[in-house]
């Protein structure tokens, strides 16, 4: 798909408690290690619980000063296991690789922001952690409300690495494009509303400076960090 330049669309409506670890595992690369990572994703999959983050840079309407605002998602692993795994993992991976470094290049009022073509930085690129696409998971979840993290593809069984964040109730996306996740709270929201103010009609972005993905990662909870401080690794924080 992203190859041939076929652009990724999303089709708009016609009109602490103690100051060390308890104890700590020396090689990240033993398998006790990987367990426990495993044993970490593997239960925050069955809770539905996984979290992901973007520090995003960006210049408000009427300033011409940056500033970075995080937004923090909620990943439906129990559900799309295999969507949000490619999101997470692209979260984690280093720039070039994934999201970090990468910009939303379509934003559209009252619908939409779309990103993470990290390869070409237009819309018609991109790639996912199983291959240049893959098929979609399922249609359980619905685009119903503002908030909603889902990805953008160029037709059935084409994604990639591209999402969308919504920013209205989008129903006739559904069945189309998959939902695999959602902005977590109300501060990240207001977020995303700011960057969606620098968006035009015809998605292009009125701001000399592109809204940009500076820090991302999957948000590990306190509870594992404090037992097991070694399941941390580059992209992973705690809340």
Known sequence: M?????????????SSFASRPLFSIPNC???????LR?????????SGNTKAYFDIQYAPVGSSAPK?????????????PKTARNFRELCKAPEGQ????????????????QGGDFTRHNGTGGRSIYGEKFADENFIHKHTKPGILSMANAGPN????QFFITTVVTSWLDGKHVVFGEVADEESMKVVKEVEALGSSSGA???????????????ISSFYSLMFPELLKVGDVTP
């Open 2 to 14: 992203f190859s041939r330049s076929l652009r990724s669309t999303i089709t708009p409506p016609c």
């Open 158 to 161: 084409t994604n990639g690495s």
């Open 38 to 46: 495993s044993f970490h994703q593997s239960s925050a999959a069955m």
């Open 98 to 113: 994934g999201y970090l470094g990468s910009t939303f290049h379509r934003i559209i009022p009252q619908f939409m922001l």
């Open 205 to 219: 972005v009125r701001s000399n400076i592109k809204p940009k993905i500076v820090a991302c990662g999957e948000l």
């Open 68 to 80: 970075t605002g995080r937004v923090v998602f909620n990943l439906y692993e129990k559900d799309v």
């Open 29 to 35: 690369n033993s398998p006790s290690f990987l367990s």
